[in-house]
DNA sequence: TCCGTTGGATAGTCTCGCTCTCCAATATTG
DNA sequence: CAATATTGGAGAGCGAGACTATCCAACGGA
């Protein structure tokens, strides 16, 4: 297909589309002629990719990158590659220690594993942070109602990938855990809504 | 407290106080003099929210505008009042329309209410649509397991909520929101670090 | 007394993410 | 076959957002 018809299937437009390619987020189409280039169906997954993690995400294009970046080239560990590509998704830590406290004890009375190589470490710290200086409870007590239904949810979530190569894991992984977390947000703030609303109807 | 003491508390600099308070964020302190104003723990509190919002969840300042004026002046209906609080947290999205086909589906698979007024069912559209653009699974028994998890960690949230004034239960609510989400986010990193470290043990 | 700090206003800066303009070459249409 | 439209590609330009730097007159502390 031309830059136009990828353009439309897309809902991008031309200009951005050209943008992208310029910006090497995109790879270039395959030229035809001097005013032709033949794009691919995998042009258009690739399109709708970085739309999705820009647009609907609303990730900074340099954290896009990044995360293209992770699944074009996965490195031989693919846990340390799924560590680095989650970590490209907000909250946005610089992981520039290497001590994370109220993270480390929380993990550790959870019953998680701590490496303070994973970046979740560092936004499960910095989380708690700003928690403890908004003046709300931060403590493992109140953690454990989440870390449950975390540990619950990650299981079912993780049974698919069994069968996977780590080609297929790493994309499948950043873009579940990227678009899976804005239903599990949103159906949060539904079952609040739901229990308010049933609450004062009786 | 003058502006300078105001700055090395909260963290944020004199200059970008100033610029808060230009932005009409932050009240003015008491003018004492041409050249001193006197600033309050309420002061240091509304800009720690600010600071919260802004670094720790990265919301552009336009909705930390929306939410703190939510919280100055919430109206009579104070579930309407924190369905837009909330709504003003990402992901964002413009709540044009008025039927949501994909999250109307699911919120009445999944037993939940139906509110087209609430923010959040357009997000959980939005994110729906993404979903099978990426070519996820986003049909309602997939969606299950997110909401059976989340009604039961909303549950145990909302206790707490019992015994306050509707003018203490908004900022309560829309800082619980906006606060633990990171937290259940990384704990779910976490658990999925924590499945294929163990399954690669043994 | 005198230097450093303060509150307050204005203008400047930097980054981001496009978007606009241009161009020559090639398709398409009448 | 001529006239017109469209294409791929490159560069510069732009508008929003969030500060940040400069300036200034008026204090206040030593």
Same mark, same amino acid.
């Given at each position: 297909?031309?830059?136009?018809?990828?353009?439309?299937?897309?809902?991008?437009?031309?200009?951005?589309?050209?943008?992208?390619?310029?910006?090497?987020?995109?790879?270039?189409?395959?030229?035809?002629?001097?005013?032709?280039?033949?794009?691919?169906?995998?042009?258009?997954?690739?399109?709708?990719?970085?739309?999705?993690?820009?647009?609907?995400?609303?990730?900074?294009?340099?954290?896009?990158?990044?995360?293209?970046?992770?699944?074009?080239?996965?490195?031989?560990?693919?846990?340390?590659?799924?560590?680095?590509?989650?970590?490209?998704?907000?909250?946005?830590?610089?992981?520039?220690?290497?001590?994370?406290?109220?993270?480390?004890?929380?993990?550790?009375?959870?019953?998680?594993?701590?490496?303070?190589?994973?970046?979740?470490?560092?936004?499960?710290?910095?989380?708690?942070?700003? *928690?403890?200086?908004?003046? *709300?409870?931060?403590?493992?007590?109140?953690?454990?109602?989440?870390?449950?239904?975390?540990?619950?949810?990650?299981?079912?979530?993780?049974?698919?990938?069994?069968?996977?190569?780590?080609?297929?894991?790493?994309?499948?992984?950043?873009?579940?855990?990227?678009?899976?977390?804005?239903?599990?947000?949103? *159906?949060?703030?539904?079952?609040?809504?739901?229990?308010?609303?049933?609450?004062?109807?009786?």
């Amino acid at each position: 297909m031309k830059i136009s018809e990828l353009s439309e299937r897309s809902g991008v437009p031309v200009a951005t589309v050209k943008f992208y390619i310029r910006e090497g987020m995109l790879p270039r189409g395959e030229v035809l002629s001097t005013t032709r280039a033949e794009y691919s169906e995998e042009h258009l997954a690739r399109l709708r990719l970085i739309a999705a993690l820009a647009d609907v995400r609303g990730l900074p294009l340099s954290r896009v990158r990044d995360v293209l970046a992770l699944i074009d080239a996965p490195d031989d560990d693919p846990i340390a590659t799924l560590g680095r590509a989650v970590g490209a998704l907000p909250p946005y830590v610089e992981a520039d220690r290497d001590d994370y406290p109220r993270a480390r004890a929380a993990i550790g009375e959870l019953g998680l594993t701590y490496d303070p190589d994973f970046t979740a470490v560092a936004q499960l710290d910095e989380a708690l942070r700003a *928690l403890e200086a908004a003046g *709300l409870d931060a403590a493992p007590p109140a953690l454990r109602r989440y870390s449950d239904a975390m540990r619950q949810v990650a299981a079912e979530e993780l049974a698919p990938m069994a069968g996977m190569s780590r080609a297929e894991a790493v994309p499948y992984a950043v873009l579940g855990t990227a678009l899976y977390e804005p239903v599990m947000l949103a *159906l949060r703030r539904l079952a609040h809504h739901h229990l308010l609303v049933e609450g004062r109807g009786r």
